[in-house]
């Protein structure tokens, strides 16, 4: 019996986003997973409940944002045998995912947001569409970053600053694949995240954009087929 792969958007994106990579896995129960993108605790606790309709193993695997939410969406859950962080959070207990990604200098990401206040008191942050495609995703066709910008799905900043809970990457074996030239995550960090957590396997990707489930969904494929297995 195959596992079933839990995908988990980021940030800036939506659960269309995997469809390459769901292309990609034959043979394997699949489920895009809806991210609310509001904060830590509660986008965790919404894949947590997912995870708890699902039998038998799973694989859970999170891009940029989604990292730090599956993190904390699989503790307790004895049946996720792997986690896979593609471009992904790896947050240590109380590290928050704005801190990790100013841990090391690289990103270029502050410049480039749109804030739109609620009337909550927090915001809601989108990448300026005119900066989507350099930002985000430098190595899709313009048309589709034209796409992917109109369609992404804004970062509220109450799951910005919250702390991780104790992460699930010390107990549960981690894959990563990560791209070289990632404009939101510094590579450093990518690197630092993947030797703190002692991962299986780390795939760094030549010449890659923060988007790669878009842009290298065949290699991102690749990694979660070997965690799988």
Do not use: C
């Amino acid at each position: 019996m195959k596992p079933t792969v839990v995908l988990v958007h980021g940030a800036f994106a939506e659960s269309a986003s995997w469809s390459g990579v769901i292309e990609r896995l034959p043979g394997y129960p699949v489920v895009a997973a809806p991210n609310p993108l509001r904060s830590l605790t509660g986008d965790a606790a919404v894949v947590s409940s997912l995870l708890a309709t699902i039998s038998g193993p799973v694989v859970l695997v999170g891009h940029s944002y989604g990292g730090a939410v599956i993190s904390n969406a699989a503790v307790g859950h004895d049946h996720v045998r792997a986690l896979v962080f593609v471009a992904g959070f790896a947050p240590e207990a109380g590290e928050s995912i704005g801190a990790l990604s100013g841990k090391f200098p690289g990103s270029t990401l502050g410049e480039t947001l749109r804030e739109v206040p609620l009337p909550d008191g927090t915001v809601d942050l989108y990448i300026r569409p005119e900066k989507f495609h350099q930002q985000f995703a430098a190595d899709l066709t313009p048309e589709r970053a034209a796409i992917d910008a109109a369609t992404q799905r804004p970062l509220n900043t109450t799951a910005l600053n919250e702390g991780s809970g104790e992460p699930a990457w010390k107990t549960v074996p981690s894959w990563f694949v990560y791209p070289e030239l990632d404009y939101n995550i510094p590579l450093a960090a990518h690197r630092f995240m993947a030797e703190r957590a002692g991962a299986r396997i780390s795939v760094e990707l030549p010449g890659a954009s923060h988007a790669i489930p878009a842009s290298s969904p065949a290699a991102v494929a690749e990694v979660i087929v070997k965690a799988a297995s």
